[in-house]
């Protein structure tokens, strides 16, 4: 059972925009900025988004994200057959005081 | 370029300790703001983060496994060691390493991973 709670599983067709929830809480994305990652199959997690909304270097300006109260969201325009991978949210806990992730959730380009 | 690589034993008895090593480059721990953590995914599961060591030796570790964890840096060699005893099949996993930069909670880049199976 993660702390960040993810769908476990989203699909779209070739450029079409989907997004990819995560839930928290008052003690992790409440106080604390919100972090994505990619995981193409069989490969190390990449990371996606940072502080919230910031892209590093290299990662192409169809994936964004966003946070509100206790929930963010990962948004990919122009959906790509490339862009099929599991996707993870993170965050600091303070309660915890450590990172927790979500559980994941798997995107399908159909 | 900033690379990390993970060591350790590919099968690990139940009850031994396992011990993991991250070998960096491209930064320093010794510089502010700098951290390594250590995160594992069982096979076909989530990622779970571990443990935490920073520039200034500050140590955090996930309150669940807290009791069977150590992390420990030598700055002089570029490592982190991450050792976790009385190991059990639940902890078959895939464990990487990844640096913390800035004083940022993200991690980037990450190892390629090590899959550590426990099995008698």
């Known amino acids: 059972q993660s702390v960040l709670t993810q769908p476990p599983s989203a699909s779209g067709t070739p450029g079409q925009r989907v997004t990819i929830s995560c839930s928290g809480s008052?003690?992790?994305?409440?106080?604390?900025?919100e972090n994505w990652y990619q995981q193409l199959p069989g490969t190390a997690p990449k990371l996606l988004i940072y502080s919230n909304n910031q892209r590093p270097s290299g990662v192409p300006d169809r994936f964004s994200g966003s946070k509100s109260g206790t929930s963010a969201s990962l948004a990919i325009t122009g959906l790509q057959s490339e862009d099929e991978a599991d996707y993870y949210c993170a965050a600091w806990d303070d309660s915890l005081n450590g990172v927790v992730f979500g559980g994941g959730t798997r995107l399908t380009v159909l | 370029q900033i690379t990390l690589k993970e060591s350790g034993p590919a099968l690990v008895k139940p009850t031994q300790t396992l011990t993991l090593t991250c070998t960096f480059s491209g930064f320093s721990l010794s510089t502010g703001g700098v951290g390594v953590a250590w995160i594992r995914q069982p096979p076909g599961k989530a990622l779970e983060w571990l443990a935490h060591i920073y520039w200034d030796d500050d140590r955090r570790y996930s309150p669940s496994l807290r009791n069977r964890l150590t992390i420990t840096k030598d700055t002089s060699k570029n490592q982190v060691v991450l050792a976790m005893t009385n190991v059990d099949p639940v902890d078959t996993a895939t464990y990487y390493c990844a640096v913390s930069l800035y004083y940022g909670n993200w991690f980037d880049p990450w190892g390629q991973g090590t899959l550590v199976t426990v099995s008698s």
């Open positions: 008052s003690s992790n994305i409440g106080s604390n900025t």
